[in-house]
T-cell receptor
Framework: GAGVSQSPSNKVTEKGKDVELRCDPI?????LYWYRQRLGQGLEFLIYFQGNSAPDKSGLPSDRFSAERTGESVSTLTIQRTQQEDSAVYLC??????????????FGPGTRLTVL | GQQVMQIPQYQHVQEGEDFTTYCNSSTTLSNIQWYKQRPGGHPVFLIQ?????EVKKQKRLTFQFGEAKKNSSLHITATQTTDVGTYFC??????????FGSGTKLNVKP
């Protein structure tokens, strides 16, 4: 694929429901990042995957948030028991070599999550 | 903890005027990257600075990395309406963690 893709592009859910957001990184990119961007705000780091290393989960705001990555491909961000404050755009980015070399991050279009 | 502060939060300029956004870190950075996010779009990489005191230019954009590697700036000369968007810096600290600034939203009036 030409770039990072994310699905769905928009998700509207009811408070208390679980949601899954998907990210397909650029093929061959070993690093994958998830960010959250609230309306008009900056990027908030959530989690980082690098190859087979243990993910850096230090940005996850609560235990309702979790993410998985299958090898060096697809990643899924899961939010359990969604709250209204979870409403935001969730951005995924991938990079070729990873954070250790400060590699360029290529961002997907994001998933806009609205919790009613 | 580590923070990357970015100012100003908003900037409104007349087309043709210059624009500068500043990024300041509480600790020394390994490198700093700049991204641009158009309204409704996603961040797109602009440039990376690695060396102390480094200056890079891209047409009307000039990027600087401070001597102490704790601050950076992006300067746009003679803004155009196509420059509209939010500019983010992202600093990589010595523990291999990226910290994004809160962004500067630029509006250019034609």
């Amino acid at each position: 694929g030409a770039g990072v893709s994310q699905s769905p592009s928009n998700k509207v859910t009811e408070k208390g429901k679980d949601v899954e957001l998907r990210c397909d990184p650029i093929s061959g990119h070993t690093a994958l990042y998830w960010y959250r961007q609230r309306l008009g705000q900056g990027l908030e780091f959530l989690i980082y995957f690098q190859g087979n290393s243990a993910p850096d989960k230090s940005g996850l705001p609560s235990d309702r948030f979790s993410a998985e990555r299958t090898g060096e491909s697809v990643s899924t961000l899961t939010i359990q028991r969604t709250q209204q404050e979870d409403s935001a755009v969730y951005l995924c980015a991938s990079s070729l070599a990873g954070v250790g070399v400060g590699d360029t991050q290529y961002f997907g279009p994001g998933t806009r999550l609205t919790v009613l | 903890g580590q923070q990357v502060m970015q100012i100003p939060q908003y900037q409104h300029v007349q087309e043709g005027e210059d624009f500068t956004t500043y990024c300041n870190s509480s600790t020394t950075l390994s490198n700093i990257q700049w991204y641009k996010q158009r309204p409704g779009g996603h961040p797109v990489f602009l440039i990376q600075l690695v060396k102390s005191g480094e200056v890079k230019k891209q047409k009307r954009l000039t990027f600087q990395f401070g001597e102490a590697k704790k601050n950076s700036s992006l300067h746009i000369t003679a803004t155009q309406t196509t420059d509209v968007g939010t500019y983010f810096c992202a600093g990589l600290d010595n523990f291999n963690k990226f910290y994004f600034g809160s962004g500067t939203k630029l509006n250019v009036k034609p």
